[in-house]
């Protein structure tokens, strides 16, 4: 039973175009959602978050989105750059204050 | 360095032998969890501990894993009679205060455990 889906495997988008990455979730009690960015051979680091209560939260190239109908949020990257070349991992918190983890995207940025 | 610090980074075992995988969280954080990562899949919650307390082991196995966070040292989590299933990435990650929200979790590089 996956709670957080992240269905595109991997994405491949052209230097200083815009990348978008998708995670949809089935539980309407997440309150907290959370990306993070692993680079390979290193540990998950914390990139931006949201709640529930905001439907956009921007921190510099990285803006994430959330729509609570459609239980869906996104994080868009622009300009991207080759040093976002990385798997983002969407996360969600559930009532128990536990993180509830999607599968990863691994995104590749071409110069 | 003042990171999370996990040893070793990789951890060869046959089956039946014990692993050992430590983990020293921030320096000031006393919340420690363990993740699990298997190939293709995401980071599943394994256990939340404080110093000398198991908050939620809800993630754990029943049998054979066991986790502790000693007042002095670093967190351990222990796998006895490994098995093949049980070769993975295993992630430590702490913060200062519960997960989640505002407080971010700070990760480790990871322990990859190979089962023989």
């Known amino acids: 039973d996956q709670q957080v889906k992240q269905n595109s495997p991997s994405l491949s988008v052209q230097e200083g175009r815009i990348s978008i990455l998708n995670c949809d979730y089935t539980n309407s009690m997440f309150d907290y959602f959370l990306w993070y960015k692993k680079y390979p051979a290193e540990g998950p680091t914390f990139l931006i978050s949201?709640?529930?209560i905001k439907d956009k939260n921007e921190d510099g190239r990285f803006t994430v989105f959330l729509n609570k109908s459609a239980k869906h949020l996104s994080l868009h990257i622009v300009p991207s750059q080759p040093g976002d070349s990385a798997v983002y991992f969407c996360a969600a918190r559930d009532s128990n204050y536990q993180l509830i983890w999607g599968a990863g995207t691994k995104l590749i940025i071409k110069p | 360095n003042a990171g999370v610090m996990q040893n070793p980074r990789h951890l060869v075992r046959r089956r039946g032998q014990e692993a050992r995988l430590r983990c020293s969280p921030m320096?000031?954080?006393?919340?420690v969890y363990w993740y699990r990562q298997l190939p293709e899949e995401g980071l599943k919650f394994m256990v939340y501990l404080q110093k000398e307390n198991i908050i939620d082991e809800s993630g754990m196995p029943k049998e054979r894993f066991s986790a502790e966070f000693p007042k002095e040292g670093p967190s351990i989590l222990r796998i006895q009679q490994v098995v093949r299933g049980d070769s993975a990435a295993y992630f430590c990650?702490?913060?200062?205060?519960?997960?989640?929200?505002?407080?971010?979790?700070?990760f480790g590089s990871g322990t990859q455990l190979s089962v023989l």
């Open positions: 990650a702490s913060s200062p205060d519960r997960q989640g929200g505002n407080e971010k979790l700070f």
């Open positions: 949201i709640s529930s």
């Open positions: 320096k000031g954080h006393s919340h």
